[in-house]
Nanobody
Framework: VQLQASGGGLVQAGGSLRLSCVASDGTMNDYGMGWFRQAPGRERTFVASITGTGRTVDYTEDVRGRFTISRDNAKNTVHLQMNSLKPEDTAVYFC?????????????????WGQGTLVTVSS
């Protein structure tokens, strides 16, 4: 499975961006999907995740209420809608797929990773 993330860019604080992650393989419909981010000089951390069925979602506390993860299995796509962006949201955002179908917060639970898309929020 290959994952292609897109939608990053430069936005002012308070603005919005919508990230997308497209999978090359239709089997991602059964996979749990996650978004992680990595700021310069820092570790990659969990942002949001969604189960294969889409029934369960999870968010890190920093983004809860501002970000929304969703999936369109017909298009092999997962989205991360990011509203009310803050400068501290600046990072490279990665999507990932978990064959187990869960919405894990743990990096090593994911089997496939996209290349990342840069989000820069100016103050």
């Amino acid at each position: 499975v290959q994952l292609q993330a897109s939608g990053g860019g430069l936005v002012q604080a308070g603005g919005s961006l919508r990230l997308s992650c497209v999978a090359s393989d239709g089997t991602m419909n059964d996979y749990g999907m996650g978004w992680f981010r990595q700021a310069p000089g820092r570790e990659r951390t969990f942002v949001a995740s969604i189960t294969g069925t889409g029934r369960t979602v999870d968010y890190t506390e920093d983004v809860r209420g501002r970000f929304t993860i969703s999936r369109d299995n017909a298009k092999n796509t997962v989205h991360l809608q990011m509203n009310s962006l803050k400068p501290e949201d600046t990072a490279v955002y990665f999507c990932a797929a978990d064959r187990g179908g869960l919405a894990s917060r743990i990096l090593r639970a994911y089997n496939y990773w996209g290349q990342g898309t840069l989000v820069t929020v100016s103050s």
